[in-house]
């Protein structure tokens, strides 16, 4: 009787070709997900940047502490928000990298303001 050998289940060779199309479709899918997540991931950043430029211009121009001692007055969970300082301008920027960026500027008489934002 003549039948068709199939290959086995553990074959590597079968192994090696599946893995390209696993990567691929959890590719798809990390795309997707970030998609359709966009809009609320960018208004949380823009408000985290915005927060932190405010409270670190507070702190570095009006409390006159060091721009790195001002990180300690961030809320949890603003890990990845970045500051720093021109000294000239008396100004504060925040940043989450490839998101958003916010600046605050002390004004003599009004403390620190947030710049026009960028939409």
């Given amino acids: 009787m003549a039948t068709a050998k199939k290959p086995p289940r553990n074959n590597p060779a079968l192994r090696a070709r599946r893995w390209p199309k696993v990567v691929l479709v959890l590719g798809v899918i990390a795309a997707l997900t970030a998609w359709y997540f966009r809009g609320t991931v960018m208004a949380q950043a823009v408000a985290g940047t915005s927060y932190g430029a405010r409270v670190a211009c507070s702190c570095r121009f009006?409390?006159?502490?060091?721009?790195?001692?001002?990180?300690?007055?961030?809320?949890?969970?603003?890990?990845?928000?970045?500051?720093?300082?021109?000294?000239?301008?008396?100004?504060v920027t925040a940043s989450v990298p490839l998101l958003a960026s916010q600046t605050a500027t002390f004004r003599e008489g009004y403390g620190c303001v947030l710049e026009k934002w960028n939409r």
């Fill in 62 to 91: 009006i409390g006159g502490r060091d721009l790195k001692d001002c990180e300690k007055d961030f809320e949890p969970g603003m890990g990845l928000v970045s500051l720093s300082e021109d000294e000239g301008a008396k100004s």
